[in-house]
Structures are given as C-alpha cells and as structure tokens.
C-alpha cells in the first residue's frame, strides 16, 4: 500500500491560512499510482498526525521548504519507505536531516515513475545511478529537467480529489489544476552579478557563467523546473471536466505566470520574461473551452498568478472577456525601479502598477503582492514600496499582500539573512490598514458563497474568491452554495455575515 501525505503548505502541522487551497502536486503523485495501477490512500499530514497510528508501506510526501517540521513528525509514525519531493527537497541535506530513504529533486515524474517500478533497490544508490534527480543521505543522481514530451506523458488524477474530505474540503475548496510549469524569467538578480560578464551571456541564459541561480532572487521555480512547459488544451479539459462531474465547485488555472501559456510553443526553451509575448490565440482557447464547461457544470473558475511584464491592453481585454469580477495575482514585490533589477525583476514598479490599472479597467479584481526586507532595501526603497502601495489601493487593488522575505534553497538570496528593520514593519503595518480599509467597505453586499468546514465554525468561501465569511448560521452542509450578507469585519483578512434565507 502506497500513502500519499499532502503536507504543503502545513507548517508546523496546523495550517492558519491556505485552507481553501487543494494544489496539484499530490494529484500528480496519484495519477502516477493509478497508471500503473497500484492502490493507494491520499491523507493530509495533520490527519494523518491526529490519527496517530503507524503506517507500514511506502510514504510519498509532498511538501514545501517551510513544511519541514510538520514532515518530521510525519516520518516517526512511518514505518517502511520514506520518499520526499516538491519543493521541500531543493535542499538536498533534507533527506539526511529527516532520516528519509529518498528525495525526488525539481520535477519528479519521471523520476518517480522508475523508482515505483523499482521499490526493490530503494534506497540502494548504486542500482538506480540511472534514475535522474534523486537524492540520497550521501549523494545524488544527475538533475535535469523534464523535456516537453515527457512532461505531457502524465496527467494527474481526478478521483484522488475525494480524499480531500475534512479541511481543506473538494466541494467548497479552490482546486488548483497545473496549466503551465515554471517561469521564463531566466534573468539574474543585478545585486550578485558582473555586468561586463552579463554582456558576454547567450542568449539562452539557462547556465550562468557566474553560478547564480536564475529567475528573481528570492524565487527558486527556474531553477527547480527549468523552462516553462504548457499541458496540452485536450488533457486540462479532460481534468477540469471529471473535477466538475465529482463535485468541485471553485477550480484555478495555476501557474507560476498563466500567460506563459502557449509561449513555449512559440519560442522553446522560453528564457526571456517578455519575448515573445503571450499566445493570445492559446489562452483563449482554453478560457473560451473552460468558460463553456463552467456554464455547463455550474463551476466557478479563476486564473491566479500573472507577471506584469506581459500584461498589456490586448491581454487585459482578453482576461476581461473570460474571467470579469474574478480575482487575478500580481506582483509588484518592491516600490523602487533600481531595487527591481537589483532583486531580478521581470520588470519595474512602472510597469507593474500600469497592469493593475490594465486589469482594474478590464472587470478584474487584482491582489498585489509585495516583500519587505529584500536584500538591497533601503530606506528610500522602503519607502518608494509604501507609495506604490498606496498608488495600487487607490486604482482599485482589493487586497494587498505583504510577505516578510525569506532566503529559500536553491535561490541566488538562498545564503541572506534577514534583517525586518523599522521601514519593514511600516510596510507590513500598511498594509493591514489598507486591507482592513478595503474589507470595511464590503459591508451590506450580498455574495455568493460555498460553506466550509472551519477550525472553530463554520464559514463560507466566496465562489468568485474573496475574504473568508465567518458564519453565524447553523445547519449548513460542506458544499452548500448559498447568498451571504456581509454584516462585519473581523480583521484584515477575515469577515462575518449571515444567510440570506429563501423566502
């Protein structure tokens, strides 16, 4: 028996956010299973954990860097083979460090698919030299990236959604469906490099001469998962459609940039954030496709992530046409147009606040991320990002995001500590008035909304995304869409209402 343990995003084993979020990592991990027709169950760590019974098999788990702890407890209550992958394992000291028999590096498909094939030489290192992106207590294999044809060999499974059946719950939950992997921002935080070697880079920019990780600073997702790689149309639709047919409600066309959909088939391997620009043709494609099975199946959906870098006014239209009042994710990061090529950017705080008008006027509802305590932030820095905060509120941002940086494996800050000083809080302090602000203003409206499991009550999940609803109301099914009035705000992210009853 084969247990997958979905631990992103768990922390320390007791979410406080996120509990909305279904990713599509364990899905894949389940899709491999089912190809090859091996049983299996699918648990979330923290369930598995408040059970607190022994497993005997083989463990696969799928965690982030910051999940390490809730996997340590994981592991004591395993008894057989240990496997990690995700993003948890760009620090390759993981699987000595938590006395796992494997690690899977980058994207694991492949990799996993051999192994599965091969349990009886797990975890002997000498017989699977040939296995690409494993890691061992004492070593690894040789890391690559998938290529193209072999990203599109796996699909990730439908039916392992209905193991999602506590927090986060299928039916009321956002199940995020994997449209494109990684990102093309090939370039190198100005911060660490020598411009007279820059010049002389190719133009390809996959290796660095001077050893320095691509993409922004703080972001490992190129150098984990190499160029960007889109699923083919026939395959997402296929999925969205059996996650429809089994109940979910509230589906996210992910990626790290969902306009990188459909560039890769225009210029492969895809290192450059703005050329060629987006594939209009393919994206519409598949909102025109996934727009009619929403009609048809009665789902919501919503893409999230997108760089300003290849938001223009044609691209706006198009989101606008698809996905008007939905929300949409973009970052700005840093207020300070010589802080955004220190730190790697894409592009500049110009151009990214120029995209939140783009996608304001277009009928979307934008959420604007930004990191405080960069390396290179400055006073003026600092301050310039609480302009630019101020500047994306009044054009009509509705939420604004402030993370407090932190240097992850396998990134060009992975080594940089952080310093939170008295800017960086007045960052963070600016932000919960703002959002607080925005939220005040919700009062007295009326949405539409999927009811939810919570930690204490019940709460519902605003079907076009929004604040999480603390209920006052009682009787309520996980999976209920129903009408809500927003009496109140709770706190910044957080509001309470009542059930508008069916006369």
Known sequence: MFLILDALAAGKARRLSSLDVIGAGPRSIAGILEDLNFDYKLMRVEDFLRRGKKFRGTALISAMTMDEPAVARATRLIEGVKIAGGPITSDISVVRRLNLDLGVWGEGEVSLKSILLRMDDVPDQSKLTDVPNLIFKSGTTRFRYLSREEFLMFRPSVNAIKFYNTIPHYKCSRVYVEVVRSCSNF???????????????????????????????????????????????????????????????RIVLSGADFLEYGRDLLKYPLTDPVYPGPNLDAIESLLSKVSSLSVKYGFHFEVENVKPCLVDERVARLLGKYLKNTTIHIGVETGDEKHSELIGRPCGPEKSISAVKLLKEAGLRPYVYFIHSLPGQSRISALKTVEAMKSVYKIGAEKITVYKFRPLPGT?????????????????????????KRKELLVGRIVEAVVAPGLRGIYAYPLRSGPTIKLRDRGLRTGDVVRVRITGVLSDRLVEGSVIKNN
């Open 187 to 249: 370039k190198r935080p100005k911060l660490l490099t020598s411009e007279d070697i820059c010049r002389s880079c190719n133009e390809e920019r996959i290796v660095c001469p001077q050893g320095i990780p691509p993409g922004c600073g703080y972001c490992s997702i190129p150098h984990l998962y190499g160029p960007p790689k889109s699923r083919d149309e026939s395959s997402l639709l296929e999925e969205i459609e059996g996650l429809a047919e089994v109940g979910v409600k």
């Open 412 to 436: 060009a800050f992975g080594s940089f500590d952080v310093k939170v000083d008295s800017y960086s809080r007045k960052i963070s302090k600016y932000a919960i008035r703002l959002n607080r």
